[in-house]
């Protein structure tokens, strides 16, 4: 089958670890050329020595939330790939706490992370998008923005957010051929999902909000990225794909 | 028997319908196609065919108990049943639209009948099979008139909107078989009806779409093809628009 991607020109954020590695490694699969801007890139740029992709992965040390380090980060990212067709904001934090017990900064990065970090990146790859003819962002939000979960009103506000103004930006976007989409996975089995829950029990009990009863895979809400990236979706812009195995019913 | 996955399609022989069949076929699945329209569905599977895919036809209204149960003694028979279920048979009786207050309900029952009962007879019947596989696909063709309300087709809108509440239920009730089950609504799609409108009323129909153009039937093959394929493993329960912005869900 012919790959979707070919030649294409896409940055992920969030890049180096979970859903976003699986995304770079996808759409390299599929013949594009990526840059990554991520926080930690070490573990990826051992990925890339060991398998010679250094023609086709450019890793750009960034940190979402500080908005010099995006402009640049993004430039640099258009300069190397020579252009960009396509953005996937897969950067993103988590934040599980009683609301009263919140502590006030950490709000303010989740918001900052979440959703002014990814919108920023819109914001400073919008030129490089407005010069392409296959233009598309996918925003990865979460079922969370969609029917909230307990004890994570930051999160879940931040990824409402970002739908929110993945549609707006659709709108304003629709004209120039810029397709703004959102896919909003469920739990996935993430080594940082993992971390945080280690207990088998609490596993099973978040596993059973989801109709199909299993956590998602990295691969499953990668698919939906590309799928969103490719023509295939063309005509599809606005949406909030959920990939979740039956949670949010969207 | 061919080991390939199997896909039935309703409505088939022109436009979404179409496009899913040539989609499929050429992602490698055998297809069972109905249609009531018997030359169009026959020039269909001869085109399937010269480029080397298999299709079975059956002609026939999809409301018909009789040709219901040819099209699931042929999937029984000649096949392993249906792994893949494409309900995109439906009418929307445009010629007919009328505010809802001066609508006559014999057209209400023609349209749910047609866009709504269907879909829940040959699933009902189609399901059983996939549950004893473990596996299946079902796609229920909406329309974003469920989401947008538009004037004068109340009873149209009613179906399509059926069909999400419907696709919800079973989505809960078949994931742990690994059966998804998920909605797609199509916004304005060129197709042959768009050949008898005045172009000032496309021209209106665009100026509502971000994309300012109207869709072809592929595009909504695509995501079809895509749902059925084992990439979307994970996606059950949802309500997906093909409509250029038109309505955001």
Known sequence: MAKRLTNRKILITGGGAGIGRECVNQCIDEGATVAVLD??????????ENNSLANSIVPIKVEISNSEQVAMGVEQAALKLKGLDGVVNSAGIDLFTSFDEMNWDDWNLILAV???????????????????????????????????????????ASKAGLVMATKALALDLGNRSIRVNAVCPGAVDTGLFRRHLSDQGQVRNIAARYAMNRLGTVSEIAAAVIFLLSDEASLITGTALAVDGGRTFH | MSQNKVALVTGSANGIGKACALNLARSGLDLILVDVEKDTLHALCENITSEGFSATTI????????????????????????????NNVGRSARELASAFVESRPETWVSVLEVSLITTLQITHRAVPKMMNKGWGRIINISSDAALVGDAGLADYAAAKSGLLGFTRVLARELALHDITVNAICPGAIRTRAHDHLDPSILERVKAEIPMNRVGEPEDVANLVTFLSSDKANYITGQTIAVNGGRHMT
Not at chain 1, 115 to 142: D, E, F, K, R
Not at chain 2, 60 to 80: H, Y
């Open chain 1, 39 to 48: 926080q930690d890139i070490d573990d990826l740029k051992g990925a890339i």
């Open chain 1, 114 to 156: 979440n959703l002014s970090g990814a919108m920023h990146v819109c914001y400073q790859a919008l030129p490089y998008l407005s010069s392409s003819i296959h233009s598309s962002i996918v925003n990865i939000s979460s079922g969370a923005g969609l029917l909230p979960i307990p004890d994570r009103v930051a999160y879940c």
């Open chain 2, 59 to 86: 002609s026939g209204d999809c409301r018909d108990t009789n040709v219901l149960d040819e099209v699931f003694n042929i999937a029984e028979q000649e096949f392993d049943g249906v792994d893949i279920l494409v």
